[in-house]
């Protein structure tokens, strides 16, 4: 019996041998344990060959979890065996491959694994496919955080949970598909995966986080379940080609910037009648954006929540509304009309800035806060100018119940020549006539010392700019970049000029100080930046000691400093006259000094240019003019 066992062993032994390519005459019919013990040598030095190529094409391996294993061949295949969870690692504890992720290409993980563990497959940047298998019921945070190449995944149907940062920034991820039985997808799970087009959301899921799909760039479309409840903040951050979006009606909440620079996005279902706020920024830079419906029981509207949405031509407010934020509709240059009900209480600062096509304002007569006269915004007492529709007349002149004026209340009012300012005026905002880019001439009144922030900055056409003695500080950026500005005095009284008062006034020729050279805020920043841009002529007091040629440096620009006597100096200025036609207008004017000799300008009412009198150069004080139809 034991002699029939060895032959059968040994014949056994031979077919192996045979199928390893290793040739062996096994002829005997009779065997002995020498030769057995032979065949066996042959046998194990065989397998010892076979071992040896297979390691020549596994380039790494090892566990990574207690009953998982991995292996990495040199065709870039990774396969993870075994059961049960993945090991989680961390920012500080990579994964056992980390050294060599570049080598992997493809991920094959078995049956029998239930989670992909956090930061398994960080920064795998050649990764192109995951084959998961069914029963992965968790892909853990930053899974697959920063694999710029992974273009698709499979989802099995077991999956419950996609935690969050799984697939941050895997910018070529095209398509994805969920199961129905994942009821959490986390914050920033498919942040940045700016190739996504289409996204189909489970039934099961209750809310969106935040930063969920914040900057999917290429996605269009999306289908939200009936029973979600709540959208995070930044949940669709700058999806700039998102054209539809249904909201159910078991919305309750939606975060600041959800909708943020959705530049495509054409309409939204009526937002659901649960929500009590429309949150900063939420729909922003929306500019696309045609109509939107507000729930009734709303009763703020946050900052931004419509700025940069200059299709919306369609607005209707809610009757409980009670706040609207800084911004909140700044740009929504298709608005035309803007009916405040009777339950705003507060209006922020450049609520309607932007609004190009406004042409008036409708304040529900029983608000308490605010009203409208001739369709421009004030505070309920008149003494605050709010805001001035953008398409109103193009000369204003503003009541003197008026003590400030609001930040922005003119900006970028295109049609604007003139205003007239009240001597009540106290208070400028900023930025309060910026962008007027038709406005000629300003004058500020004698209750102010200071012009103000950003006052007349981008004013292009403004030519005539008259500063009263009182002046004491020209504000920062001021007169930045009004190109059209020929010549400029300061008052002697002027001891501050700020940051970029002239910067780029770039038609400015003529600058004229009367008295000490103005001092600036001791910062590097403000140095030279005065009249940077500005190639002229500046003319500064003979003999004051005050004016040195570091002071002169200080200002920027390109700048011909040029000395004069200030005794001479007008003391009086001419004033207005109304007559009829043929009646002669004349004019006075007191200087100091001796021997004088005048140059005359004068301006018809209405109109905006200036002529020079044909008695230019006269030596006397007096100018005479013919008053004719035609002037």
Not at 233 to 254: G, H, K
Not at 392 to 403: A, C, H
Not at 605 to 616: D, E, H, I, L, R
Request: hydrophobic share 35%; glycine share 8%.
């Amino acid at each position: 019996m034991t002699e029939f066992i060895k032959k059968r062993f040994s014949l056994l032994l031979a077919v192996l041998l045979v199928f390893n390519g290793v040739p062996l005459n096994v002829a005997a019919e009779e065997d002995t344990s020498e030769e057995t013990e032979k065949v066996l040598d042959v046998v194990s030095e065989t397998v010892s060959v076979s071992d040896e190529a297979a390691s020549e094409n596994v380039i790494g391996s090892g566990t990574c979890g207690e009953n998982l294993k991995w292996e990495l061949t040199a065709d870039g295949l990774m396969t993870i065996s075994g059961s049960g969870e993945m090991d989680d690692w961390s920012y500080d504890n990579k994964n056992p491959w980390y050294d060599i992720r570049e080598e992997i290409f493809k991920v094959i993980i078995e049956e029998g694994i239930t989670t992909v563990g956090e930061r398994a497959f960080e920064e795998c940047c050649n990764l192109v496919s995951v084959d998961l298998p069914e029963g992965i019921i968790s892909i853990n945070f930053w899974a697959f955080y920063d694999c710029v190449n992974l273009k698709e995944v499979n989802f099995p149907e077991t999956l419950e949970n996609l935690e969050g940062c799984a697939f941050y920034n895997c910018s070529s991820l095209n398509s994805i598909s969920f199961s129905e039985n994942t009821s959490y997808i986390g914050a920033e799970a498919f942040y940045n995966c700016s190739s996504l087009t289409e996204i189909r959301l489970p039934l099961k899921i209750t809310s969106v986080e935040n930063e969920t799909f914040y900057g999917c760039g290429s996605l269009k479309e999306i289908e939200l379940p009936h029973g979600i409840t709540v959208i995070g903040y930044s949940a669709f951050y700058n999806c700039s080609n998102l054209q539809t979006i249904n909201l159910p009606d078991t919305i309750t909440e939606i975060g600041w910037g959800a909708f943020y620079n959705c530049k495509k996005l054409e309409s939204v279902l009526n937002l659901p009648e649960g929500m009590t706020e429309i949150p900063f920024s939420v729909f922003q830079n929306c500019e696309k954006l045609t109509k939107i419906h507000i729930p009734s029981e709303v009763t703020r509207i946050d900052n931004w929540a419509f700025e940069g949405c200059s299709s919306l031509a369609d607005f209707e407010m809610p009757d409980q509304l009670t706040s609207i934020g800084e911004d909140a509709f700044s740009g929504c240059s298709s608005l035309t009309v803007i009916d405040i009900p009777k339950t705003v209480e507060t209006i922020g600062e450049g609520a309607f800035v932007g609004c190009r096509q406004l042409k008036e304002f409708r304040v529900d007569k029983d608000n308490s806060a605010y009203c409208s006269v001739d369709g421009v915004l004030y505070t309920k007492d008149r003494s605050n100018l709010v805001t001035y529709p953008n398409q109103k007349g193009s000369v204003f002149t503003i009541p003197d119940t008026v003590t400030e004026i609001s930040y922005a209340a003119f900006l970028a009012c295109d049609n604007l020549v003139k205003v007239e300012i009240p001597e009540t005026v106290v208070t400028l905002g900023r930025g309060v006539f910026q962008k007027c880019s038709s406005l000629k001439e300003a004058e500020l009144p004698e209750t102010m010392d200071s012009t103000g922030y950003y006052t007349f900055a981008d004013c292009d056409s403004l030519t005539d700019v008259r500063l009263h003695s009182g002046i004491t500080t020209i504000t920062s950026c001021s007169f930045k970049n009004s190109r059209g500005l020929e010549e400029i005095t300061i008052p002697e009284n002027v001891s501050v000029v700020g940051i970029s008062a002239f910067r780029n006034c770039s038609g400015l020729k003529r600058i004229v100080f009367t008295g000490n050279a103005p001092e600036f805020p001791d910062t590097e920043e403000n140095y030279y930046t005065i009249f940077r841009g500005v190639t002229a002529d500046a003319y500064y007091p003979a003999d004051n000691e005050t004016w040195t040629e570091d002071v002169f440096q200080n200002y920027g620009g390109t700048l011909t400093w040029i000395p004069y006597d200030e005794t001479l100096k007008i003391t009086s200025q001419p004033s207005d006259y109304t007559g009829k036609a043929g009646d002669t207008a004349s004019f006075t004017v007191e200087a100091s000094g001796e021997n004088l000799t005048y140059q005359w300008q004068y301006q018809n009412v209405g109109s905006s240019a200036w002529k020079t009198s044909g008695q230019s150069g006269n030596k006397t004080g007096t100018l005479c003019v013919p008053i004719t139809e035609s002037r």
